[in-house]
């Protein structure tokens, strides 16, 4: 098994850019997750996704950030425009999901840098 | 609502010496799960051990062990002879165990040293 995959592992871009990081859950697994990990805030849940569906974006900072998940195997956050502050490393997540209290499989995040 | 305080920001210790980290939980939740991460400086998130809110047994697991005591909200995480390889940011995690919903909570992390 190949893991949670994100790409692009480092991204820098400008302000006011738009910024999509890309995410391939393990398969079979029915819950994906976003995470965003700041040295002040620590990790906070942004989204996460049950069979495709956007269960609770409470997390997700204002409206310049936005998730899709169109199939099982592929979610996409975007952030439109991008600011200084975005600056973080972003994670997805994914787990099998069932009564809960699941473990999380994580991938390696994306380092994103915005100038 | 959820939250989860690991006081200690960082911790450096010499190789050799045991080091306990502490992880103090808030839940109305009678059932829940808690979770322990480790990101070493690779920066991924590396599972280590998960406790429902029924088990209160201590776990060990070689030098690692785990003391869960529900009676001060406590899930404690003990590296006994640490050494340089330890050294990362540990997380402590609580998750809610209702049906669909899979949100963890994740403190702030310590951040361990082991120095040679």
């Known amino acids: 098994d190949a893991g949670v995959i994100q790409s692009p592992r480092h991204e820098v871009t400008e302000m006011g850019q738009e910024v999509t990081l890309r995410c391939k859950p393990i398969s079979g697994h029915d819950y994906l997750f976003w995470y965003r990990q700041t040295m002040m805030r620590g990790l906070e849940l942004l989204i996460y996704f049950n069979n495709n569906v956007p269960i609770d974006d409470s997390g997700m900072p204002e409206d310049r950030f936005s998730a899709k998940m169109p199939n099982a195997s592929f979610s996409t956050l975007k952030i439109q425009p991008s600011e200084p502050r975005d600056s973080a490393v972003y994670f997805c997540?994914?787990?099998?999901?069932?009564?809960?209290?699941?473990?999380?499989?994580f991938g390696s995040g994306t380092q994103l840098s915005v100038l | 609502a959820q939250k989860v305080t690991q006081a200690q920001t960082e911790i450096s210790v010499v190789e050799k010496e045991d080091v306990t980290l502490d992880c103090v939980y808030e839940?109305?939740?009678?059932?829940?799960?808690l979770f322990w991460y480790k990101q070493p400086p690779s920066g991924e998130l590396v599972f280590l051990i998960r406790?429902?809110?029924?088990?209160?047994q201590n776990e060990i697991s070689g030098r690692y062990s785990w003391n869960f005591q529900k009676s001060t909200s406590s899930f404690n995480f003990t590296i006994t002879a640490s050494q340089v390889v330890d050294s990362a940011v540990y997380f402590c995690a609580l998750s809610e165990a209702i049906q669909g919903a899979q949100k963890l909570v994740f403190g702030q992390g310590t951040r361990l040293t082991i120095n040679p």
């Open positions: 997540a994914s787990t099998p999901g069932g009564r809960g209290g699941e473990k999380l499989f």
């Open positions: 406790r429902n809110s029924f088990d209160e």
């Open positions: 839940t109305r939740d009678t059932t829940y799960y």
